[in-house]
């Protein structure tokens, strides 16, 4: 996947003058210490500058961290600290940064071995409030070496993904399909996040396309896919076009990604791109997924933006499935009813036309898309990829704009259940615990629209922190509720 970063935190220690500054520097060896021990060094870079009481300090550690490539930060309170120059150092680092403090070592050294760091973290926390200065506080900050190499460790899928929202550009083609006000949402909260975009018309894209027929790369492509593809290939009279619509769209993101480190697409799929194309493009969009691009149906910007997020923090394949349908009962009854932990209300099927990469499914097969088909003719419905997704952990999420500009977002785990689903596209039965009830009163309550994101594992405790440092109001963070705990809009008698 190389669409998505490989960062480095720099560690620097810091100390209040009154404590040894040795107690802090030797506490931030033993910590760079551990999480080599039990990580990846190069995940790290030990900052040999001490930030004492000292503004000038805190501009040789900000100047040393990015002179050594450091595009997060670990301010690390080896002692109690010094509030103003540590605070400062959080306030002018550019990128993702956290702070946590070193636990006391010893109930035999609480003489000059105590470094009061505990209490530091209230005011390094205070004074980050007075800066409007944004940082990645652990759910308990406080630890030894170990504890705190963990810390870290759990930070750097966050800081990645704030990293690469400040370095992402999103290309869109085309307006939403007619009828289809589902996924607009303003794109001023883009901007404010740091991300750029890139609107473009269709008929752009179709140039673009018809300018690569006979492009010297497809033969090559289509081998690939057929290796892809394998005994799922039910398609082969279509791929020299898919081959060229991939290489249009590759081109297309090294011509116009300008400044950015990032892109992601989402292109306007239907109703007039099959019968121009000749094709649909959902197997390229899962292909161009698979390797670290998003691609979302529908000029679904924020879906893009979501499975990107997701892409970084699980360093994985995502995708994005519309919140589709109902788990029939009888279904329900023969399959999952007793042989696994969930009511018939917390299944339903998630389901697109066939975004999702070979590597999340089942089983796949290229075939025709079989909405499309009822209207057109099969020919120019060719190119999606059928298969029940692979069972497991998933985490279902999205983050969303409002109609009037507010950041919203939701996090909901659960899992791919075993469970054939007898139907079409790249769909699987999922369960989710008080799916019901979340569907309610988050999915209808907060309108997000059918599209949800879908990270294959349990992520939700990262993306609930990077929501959180990206501006998304706590409040408006919706997760599944459990049993017994009423949402605001739930009816107490219900």
């Given at each position: 996947?190389?669409?998505?970063?490989?960062?480095?935190?720099?560690?620097?220690?810091?100390?209040?003058?009154?404590?040894p500054a040795s107690l802090a520097e030797n506490r931030r060896k033993a910590l760079v210490k551990a999480y080599a021990d039990k990580y990846d060094a190069?995940?790290?870079?030990?900052?040999?500058?001490?930030?004492?009481?000292?503004?000038?300090?805190?501009?040789?550690?900000?100047?040393?961290?990015?002179?050594?490539?450091?595009?997060?930060?670990?301010?690390?309170?080896?002692?109690?600290?010094?509030?103003?120059?540590?605070?400062?150092?959080?306030?002018?680092?550019?990128?993702?940064?956290?702070?946590?403090?070193?636990?006391?070592?010893?109930?035999?050294?609480?003489?000059?071995?105590?470094?009061?760091?505990?209490?530091?973290?209230?005011?390094?926390?205070?004074?980050?409030?007075?800066?409007?200065?944004?940082?990645?506080?652990?759910?308990?900050?406080?630890?030894?070496?170990?504890?705190?190499?963990?810390?870290?460790?759990?930070?750097?899928?966050?800081?990645?993904?704030?990293?690469?929202?400040?370095?992402?550009?999103?290309?869109?083609?085309?307006?939403?399909?007619?009828?289809?006000?589902?996924?607009?949402?303003?794109?001023?909260?883009?901007?404010?996040?740091?991300?750029?975009?890139?609107?473009?018309?269709?008929?752009?894209?179709?140039?673009?396309?018809?300018?690569?027929?006979?492009?010297?790369?497809?033969?090559?492509?289509?081998?690939?896919?057929?290796?892809?593809?394998?005994?799922?290939?039910?398609?082969?009279?279509?791929?020299?076009?898919?081959?060229?619509?991939?290489?249009?769209?590759?081109?297309?993101?090294?011509?116009?990604?300008?400044?950015?480190?990032?892109?992601?697409?989402?292109?306007?799929?239907?109703?007039?791109?099959?019968?121009?194309?000749?094709?649909?493009?959902?197997?390229?969009?899962?292909?161009?997924?698979?390797?670290?691009?998003?691609?979302?149906?529908?000029?679904?910007i924020y879906g893009t933006l979501s499975e990107f997020i997701g892409t970084v923090i699980s360093n994985d394949a995502v995708t994005l499935l519309d919140?589709?349908?109902?788990?029939?009962?009888?279904?329900?009854?023969?399959?999952?009813?007793?042989?696994?932990?969930?009511?018939?209300?917390?299944?339903?099927?998630?389901?697109?036309?066939?975004?999702?990469?070979?590597?999340?499914?089942?089983?796949?097969?290229?075939?025709?898309?079989?909405?499309?088909?009822?209207?057109?003719?099969?020919?120019?419905?060719?190119?999606?990829?059928?298969?029940?997704?692979?069972?497991?952990?998933?985490?279902?999420?999205?983050?969303?704009?409002?109609?009037?500009?507010?950041?919203?977002?939701?996090?909901?785990?659960?899992?791919?259940?075993?469970?054939?689903?007898?139907?079409?596209?790249?769909?699987?039965?999922?369960?989710?615990?008080?799916?019901?009830?979340?569907?309610?009163?988050?999915?209808?309550?907060?309108?997000?629209?059918h599209h949800g994101a879908v990270a294959f594992g349990n992520w939700g405790k990262q993306l609930f922190e990077v929501f959180k440092y990206i501006g998304?109001?706590?409040?408006?963070?919706?997760?599944?509720?459990?049993?017994?705990?009423?949402?605001?809009?739930?009816?107490?008698?219900?």
């Open positions: 996947m190389n669409n998505i970063p490989e960062i480095k935190i720099g560690i620097v220690a810091v100390s209040r003058d009154c404590f190069k995940d790290i870079y030990e900052c040999p500058i001490t930030i004492i009481e000292s503004e000038i300090d805190m501009v040789n550690a900000l100047e040393d961290v990015k002179k050594n490539g450091c595009e997060a930060l670990c301010v690390f309170l080896g002692n109690f600290g010094p509030e103003i120059s540590e605070t400062l150092l959080a306030k002018h680092f550019d990128g993702p940064k956290m702070f946590c403090a070193a636990a006391e070592e010893s109930q035999n050294d609480l003489m000059d071995g105590r470094g009061d760091a505990y209490c530091g973290m209230l005011n390094a926390s205070y004074n980050l409030a007075l800066r409007n200065t944004k940082a990645y506080i652990p759910e308990y900050p406080v630890g030894d070496a170990e504890d705190c190499a963990d810390m870290i460790h759990e930070f750097l899928p966050i800081a990645k993904a704030v990293y690469a929202l400040q370095n992402l550009k999103i290309i869109s083609f085309g307006p939403r399909p007619m009828n289809f006000l589902a996924c607009n949402a303003p794109i001023k909260q883009l901007y404010n996040l740091g991300v750029e975009i890139e609107e473009n018309s269709e008929l752009d894209l179709f140039e673009s396309f018809k300018n690569h027929a006979g492009d010297a790369r497809i033969p090559e492509v289509v081998e690939d896919m057929k290796k892809d593809l394998g005994s799922g290939n039910k398609k082969p009279e279509v791929l020299e076009k898919l081959a060229q619509y991939e290489i249009t769209l590759l081109d297309w993101i090294e011509a116009h990604k300008g400044y950015r480190k990032f892109v992601t697409l989402t292109t306007k799929c239907w109703p007039a791109f099959q019968t121009q194309f000749g094709f649909v493009p959902c197997y390229v969009n899962s292909r161009l997924t698979g390797r670290g691009i998003p691609v979302s149906c529908e000029v679904d919140i589709n349908n109902s788990v029939p009962k009888d279904m329900y009854k023969e399959s999952i009813e007793g042989k696994f932990p969930y009511k018939h209300t917390d299944t339903f099927m998630g389901f697109h036309c066939g975004n999702t990469c070979t590597s999340k499914l089942s089983f796949h097969e290229m075939r025709y898309q079989k909405i499309m088909a009822r209207n057109l003719p099969i020919e120019v419905t060719n190119g999606t990829l059928e298969g029940d997704i692979v069972p497991g952990e998933i985490t279902f999420y999205r983050l969303q704009s409002t109609a009037d500009s507010k950041l919203r977002a939701y996090i909901a785990q659960g899992e791919v259940l075993p469970v054939a689903t007898k139907s079409f596209g790249s769909i699987g039965v999922f369960a989710i615990k008080e799916m019901g009830r979340f569907y309610r009163h988050v999915l209808i309550e907060k309108n997000f629209p998304v109001p706590v409040e408006e963070i919706g997760y599944n509720q459990p049993a017994g705990v009423k949402y605001p809009t739930e009816n107490p008698w219900a």
